[in-house]
């Protein structure tokens, strides 16, 4: 990809794709406030501002890579702390809080879908084009994150929810020890596709529910 192409790709997903992982983040800790967990407002960290929560790696440097050099979109922030001993009932307020995450990027899908059809709907010129296309990465990258972060390795939320679920004993003993391998395990499933085709048939149905109800549909 030439130097102009990707600062072109780059102005339309940076947006989408930075407050796509900053609301993930800060539901968790709007959630786990609203369970008794003050952690995360405490540390500042219940504020959209991106700076507040951007990793150097996962929110800047790893898509931006995945941008020039094609392959399954996706990033992460710095994790809002949430402490489970502060909230009311701890595992299945723990079990909400962990699916908020995905939840916010389903909905943001939804708003971006929203957007297009305004810019689709209106004559804004090239600033409505630039807007759609926006929306497209949006609705695309908010189902990959969402999707992706309920894979049920932890420490992804999906890992996270499961064992807060399922009854205590082995199988959440088990998810446990996975727990300091979950990121290598991911990173693996990630280099040999095997991630991406667990994701594909979900993020199929999901962009053609969108496409069937907007009108538009979700693009890399």
Same mark, same amino acid.
Not at 1 to 25: C, G, Q, R, Y
Not at 51 to 73: E, K, Q, S, W, Y
Not at 107 to 135: H, K, P, R, T
Not at 190 to 210: A, D, E, H, N, R
């Given at each position: 990809?030439?130097?102009? @192409? =990707?600062?072109?790709?780059? @102005?339309i997903a940076a947006i989408p794709v930075i407050f796509a992982i900053t609301v993930h983040e800060v539901a968790h800790g709007w959630v786990a406030r609203s369970f008794g967990d003050r952690t ?6 219940? @504020?959209?501002?991106?700076?507040r929560h951007i990793d150097p790696v996962g929110t800047i440097l790893v898509p931006a890579l995945l941008l020039a050099f094609g392959g399954l979109m996706f990033g992460w922030a710095k994790p ?17 809080? @962990? ?10 899908? +939804? ?10 709907? =209106? ?21 990959? +994150? ?6 049920? +390795? #932890? ?5 996270? %929810? ?15 020890? +996975?727990?300091? =391998? ?19 048939? #979900?993020?199929?149905?999901? %962009? ?13």
């Amino acid at each position: 990809m030439d130097l102009n @192409s =990707f600062l072109t790709k780059f @102005s339309i997903a940076a947006i989408p794709v930075i407050f796509a992982i900053t609301v993930h983040e800060v539901a968790h800790g709007w959630v786990a406030r609203s369970f008794g967990d003050r952690t995360a407002e405490m540390q500042g960290r219940l @504020s959209l501002n991106p700076i507040r929560h951007i990793d150097p790696v996962g929110t800047i440097l790893v898509p931006a890579l995945l941008l020039a050099f094609g392959g399954l979109m996706f990033g992460w922030a710095k994790p809002v702390p949430v402490d489970p001993r502060n909230l009311r009932n701890p595992r299945p307020n723990m079990a909400v809080v @962990s699916f908020a995450g995905p939840a916010a990027n389903f909905a943001m899908a +939804i708003a971006w879908a929203l957007i297009m059809v305004l810019a689709q709907g =209106f004559n804004f010129g090239v600033a409505g084009s630039w807007l759609y296309e926006m929306g497209g990465y949006g609705i695309f990258f908010n189902l990959i +994150i969402g999707l992706l972060n309920l894979v049920p +390795i #932890p420490p992804l939320d999906g890992g996270q %929810l499961l064992q807060n679920v399922l009854p205590q004993g082995p199988l959440t003993e088990l998810l446990e020890r +996975i727990r300091p =391998f979950g990121f290598v395990i991911v990173m693996v499933l990630l280099f040999t596709k095997v991630l991406g085709y667990l994701l594909l048939p #979900p993020l199929v149905f999901l %962009l053609s529910v969108i496409e069937a109800i907007f009108g538009v549909r979700g693009h890399p």
